[in-house]
């Protein structure tokens, strides 16, 4: 794909002080997973939802006593647009490692708490599926160590199919 | 009354839509504008930016409305719990209903105007209270 896409920006200041709404912020940036292009500007590929996530975050960092503004933008060039996708990607596909691992972890656990691991990772596989924008061949591997784990648990749904929300 | 919110509503502004019209006015005109500029005067905005009845302390606007209107029903506490999942999506609360609501309401955005998706979810958010309101007083999933 030679053309680049259109990407929604938010470019905040925050004080160091109090370091709350500091925190509150990072971690609802990385769970909308983000691509930090700098010093207090995040990039997300523009859609009506991830525009108006990172609105709702810009007026958390007004009412903090921050400075907050979207824009919307395209990459220079094609080759800078796949490099932020490749780094997207990279943090997904560690993401989904760490499921994998925790998949085949549970497997030997006892039923009941294989039970409660599957729950518990089903749910993670939908969060980093919804953060998931350009998804990596992990994704498919963590998939199947879901539907593994599903199995070992005496879950007839296979697990992860169709779940990406 | 009229009230206004962004257009290409989604989960929290559809049920917005139906708290307001069941528990707050019932003869709530609904006004859907691209630009926030463009809310008319006598409108009470809802779910937009920098307005009071929006997203407060990590709520969704739904949560927002129950506390600013003194909405004290368990029911509509748990339906809050939901939407507040199914747009923010936050772990706050366990609410596994939150996804297939979402979807429906995503779905529903995708096939027609903000106007029939209003009419199409109210019946469903109707029926949502229905079940709660019966699971909190059997204290089991109703039949």
Redesign the interface.
Known sequence: MAAVGEWVLLAYRLPREPSGPRTTLWRRLRRLGVAQLGDGVVALPADARTRESLEWLADDVLAAGGTAGIWTARPGTAAQERELAAGMAAARAEEYRALTGECAAARTAPAAERARALRRLRAEWRAVGRRDFFPPPEREAAAAALRALAEAAGDPVAAGRGSRS | MRWATRA?I?VDRAACAWLIRRFVDPAAEFVFVTDPADVPADATPFDM??VAL??VG?DCSFETILRVHGLDDPVLERIGEIVHEADL???RFDAPEA?GL??LMRGLSMTGDDERTLAVSGPLLDGLYEFIRRRLLLGREPA
């Open positions: 290409g989604h930016r920098g929006g997203h990590g999506d936050d772990g996804p979402d979807v």
